[in-house]
């Protein structure tokens, strides 16, 4: 099976599970994913840069699926 094909088969499944909603936002993990797979499997050095823009990234799904309760002032 082409591995493209294998690809968009997941992500329509994906996206009749989950919603498209929901799905979009675990679309932003594949970076972080593809970060950690290069640094364990390839032996790519893990740079400031790309642990500033993983962080900033896992901050992004946190604020995005409410887990992280931030203060909002009453008008």
């Given at each position: ?24 936002v ?14 364990l ?27 992280l309760p ?5 008008a």
């Amino acid at each position: 099976m082409n591995p493209t094909l294998a690809a968009h088969a997941a992500a329509i499944l994906t996206i009749r599970i989950l919603g498209a909603i929901k799905t979009s936002v675990y679309i932003y993990a594949v970076p972080v994913v593809s970060v950690i797979t290069a640094t364990l499997l390839l032996g790519e050095r893990l740079t400031g840069l790309a642990l500033t823009g993983m962080a900033l990234i896992i901050l992004g799904l946190v604020i995005s699926e409410g887990r992280l309760p931030l203060r909002r002032k009453k008008a």
